[in-house]
């Protein structure tokens, strides 16, 4: 049986005290990364369709945990290809 050791909010608090008023950081926004996004995608460099075939080949190339040369290879040959944009 392991020992369960707790600490008392108060404990915590009064030990990182320096560290509370060293900080100075704004308040987080939770909903910044999806602006972020949105704001991206609204460039429309970006398509959805695209990427998600880039992952799949990516992760296709280690189907069990690992990969031979042979699959790296070939995975990057096709992730090269998502790469390339035949309008430039």
């Given at each position: 049986?392991?020992?369960?050791?707790?600490?008392?909010?108060?404990?915590?608090e009064?030990?990182f005290?320096?560290?509370?008023?060293?900080?100075?950081?704004?308040?987080?926004?939770?909903?910044?990364?999806?602006?972020?996004?949105?704001?991206?995608?609204?460039?429309q460099?970006?398509?959805?369709?695209?990427?998600?075939a880039?992952?799949?080949?990516?992760?296709?190339?280690?189907?069990?945990?690992?990969?031979?040369?042979?699959?790296?290879?070939?995975?990057?040959?096709?992730?090269?290809?998502?790469?390339?944009?035949?309008?430039?």
């Open positions: 049986m392991l020992p369960l050791f707790a600490n008392r909010p108060e404990d915590v009064q030990a005290q320096q560290y509370y008023e060293a900080s100075v950081s704004e308040p987080t926004d939770p909903d910044l990364l999806f602006d972020r996004e949105r704001e991206v995608m609204a460039y460099l970006l398509v959805e369709a695209e990427m998600d880039f992952v799949t080949a990516y992760f296709a190339a280690f189907q069990g945990g690992s990969a031979t040369d042979t699959a790296i290879m070939k995975a990057h040959a096709r992730l090269y290809g998502y790469l390339q944009d035949p309008a430039m």
